[in-house]
């Protein structure tokens, strides 16, 4: 049986041109470069189903990326290059309000040893009533300190 046929997609010259320009550019974004092969397959009037097969990606990926070239096609290139067409949009939620120094002075902080306690390593609740004594962040929960030093140790194994 077969599903839905998709929308159709037309490029103009231009844009065929940059979409081919990122697939080919060292430079360019491996997420961004698979989108843009997504949209001239699907140019070249191929389904959902075989660019997911030949991409090697999931048929929501297609038709998600296509239907989201066909939202930004009615915008003019001047104001929405094509770069930005096939970059991630904004992610909900609130932005840190952590720095990236003072996150910087809580791993100083971790990786040595505690001197004005009488501990011998420190854990979640000792580092962030330190981190606050000392006046680097207002308020920190112990596990959202001690995920700040997790985060940072596997990071550089």
Do not use: Y
């Not at 550019?25 to 961004?32: F, I, L, M, N, Y």
């Amino acid at each position: 049986m077969r599903g839905p046929k998709p929308d159709a997609l037309s490029l103009s010259e231009l844009e065929r041109s940059e979409l081919k320009r990122l697939v080919r550019g060292h430079t360019t974004a491996q997420q961004v470069a698979l989108r843009a092969r997504i949209i001239l397959e699907a140019d070249a009037g191929k389904n959902n189903s075989q660019i997911a097969r030949e991409l090697d990606v999931s048929v929501e990926t297609v038709r998600a990326w296509r239907k989201r070239w066909l939202a930004f096609q009615s915008i003019a290139l001047a104001d929405l290059s094509v770069q930005e067409r096939l970059s991630d949009v904004p992610r909900p939620g609130r932005r840190s309000q952590i720095s990236a120094e003072q996150i910087c002075q809580v791993i100083a902080m971790g990786c040595s040893q505690p001197k004005e306690r009488p501990i011998s390593q420190w854990t979640g609740r000792e580092i962030a009533d330190e981190v606050m004594r000392r006046g680097i962040i207002k308020q920190i929960s112990p596990r959202h300190a001690a995920r700040l030093l997790k985060k940072t140790i596997s990071s550089r194994t």
